[in-house]
């Protein structure tokens, strides 16, 4: 299995940033896909999960900025993140769950002025 996460980088705040993530190796439109992050000395966050059906939700922390797709034929899902805070620094990971869960390596995600 592999996910791999794309779009990160450096972004002012109020600032816009896609995330994506491919998978491989998994039956894709059987897996809940999501998006966690992890802050330094902070514990890693459950941020947004799209379930095979498409059903989505986000955390109350991203709620109305974050936006999470997917797209069953290409094995991707996508993070739209908009009105980015400096607090949001963090490595972003890509997430596959059905009987086990699966990490990508992840990607930084750096807000700053």
């Known amino acids: 299995v592999q996910l791999v996460e794309s779009g990160g980088g450096l972004v002012q705040p109020g600032g816009s940033l896609r995330l994506s993530c491919i998978a491989s190796?998994?039956?894709?439109?059987?897996?809940?896909m999501g998006w966690y992050r992890q802050a330094p000395g902070k514990a890693r966050e459950l941020i947004a999960r799209?379930?095979?059906?498409?059903?989505?939700n986000t955390a109350d922390s991203v709620k109305g900025r974050f936006t999470i797709s997917r797209d069953n034929a290409k094995n991707t899902i996508c993070l739209q993140m908009n009105s980015l805070r400096p607090g949001e620094t963090a490595e972003y990971y890509c997430?596959?769950?059905?009987?086990?869960?699966?990490w990508g390596h992840g990607k930084q995600v750096s807000i700053s002025s």
């Open positions: 799209i379930t095979s059906s498409g059903n989505s």
């Open positions: 997430i596959a769950q059905n009987d086990a869960i699966y």
């Open positions: 190796g998994i039956t894709f439109n059987t897996y809940t």
